[in-house]
């Protein structure tokens, strides 16, 4: 005999099962492809995600440059949801004797505004032409230089809702913050909300790092840079590197939600469609 006391026992037992359900299968995480480039019009036709220009680029322009870049941007379906290339200028250093704060601290004030009008919330910070320590000079003394920068990086990224997110860079460009491990350690020294870090595929494995640094770092990594390290050249295949099974396995476990943005010697024409493609087995 069907009862209200049985209806609501049935009720109560679907949704358990629902709850059961939802617990054993979570919902997978939306990651965005993009890439690095400031070909507005290329990035849309190819139909990746978003693009991400050099931040240097976007401070360099005058008022009227980047005002005619915004509109183009805010008329577009996409936007620049991040940056690379944070500081070029060379009179800009963050190591070293002399360090211009009060510059640093005007640059990355307009810097960051005009990244954030233009659909920011990650800016990289690799740039290693500004952070390289010169011969000679401390290594202990240049990491509290890094650690002081970034503090005042992440206070004015959080004013205009920015992450400023470091970028491990290989050895050949950059003698400090090479590997994955070691710009966590600096996330975590730095403890600013908005300071992160990002992992880039052709540093790690020019570097020789574990890709397990996914799951250490998954709470710092707000952001991905790929390319396949055999070239530095834009991805087709699963079959290129041995690694890259284990990485996007890695990337799924750890539920990563960001962008991974392509970095590297390809085009539109010839590469974009096949990367794309690449992207969504990797992801699937």
């Known amino acids: ?28 995480a939306k990651i965005k492809i993009g890439v690095c480039s400031k070909d507005l019009p290329g990035v849309v036709k190819a139909g990746f995600e978003y693009l991400e220009p050099a931040a240097a680029d976007i401070a360099a322009m ?21 940056f690379n290339s944070f500081i070029r200028r060379p009179d800009l250093k963050v190591v070293g004797e002399n360090v211009p704060k009060d510059a640093l601290h005007d640059y990355m004030e307009g810097c960051l505004a005009r ?8 800016v990289v910070w690799g740039s290693a032409g500004s952070r390289n320590v ?15 920068f970034l503090h005042s990086a992440g206070e004015i990224g959080k004013k205009h809702q920015v992450v400023v997110a470091i970028e491990p860079l290989r ?10 491990g070691e710009s966590l350690a600096m996330v975590r020294r ?7 870090m990002i992992i880039d595929y ?12 996914l799951e250490t770092a998954r709470k710092e990594i707000v952001h991905m840079h790929f ?9 087709h295949s699963m079959s290129e590197d041995d690694v890259y099974a284990d990485f996007f396995r890695l990337v799924k476990k750890t539920g990563f939600a960001g962008g991974i943005s392509i970095e590297g010697r390809g085009t539109f024409d010839q590469d974009a469609a096949a990367s794309l493609a690449f992207f969504r087995q990797a992801l699937a």
């Open 134 to 148: 010169p011969e000679g000079f401390s290594r202990d003394r240049a990491n509290e230089q890094i650690a002081e």
């Open 62 to 82: 005058t008022e009227e440059q980047f005002k005619e870049f915004s509109s183009a941007v805010m008329a577009s379906p996409i936007r620049c949801e991040a």
């Open 190 to 196: 730095v403890k600013h909300p908005n300071v992160r």
């Open 171 to 180: 050895h050949q460009e950059s003698n400090i913050l090479n590997t994955g």
């Open 115 to 122: 990244c954030r009008a233009l659909g920011a919330t990650v």
């Open 202 to 213: 052709f540093h790690m494995r020019e570097e020789n790092e574990d890709p397990r640094i």
């Open 1 to 28: 005999m069907f009862t209200r006391r049985s209806f609501l026992a049935g009720a109560a037992a679907s949704a358990a099962l629902c709850a059961t359900r939802s617990m054993a299968k979570p919902k997978a």
């Open 227 to 235: 390319a396949n390290p055999h070239g530095r050249v834009w991805p």
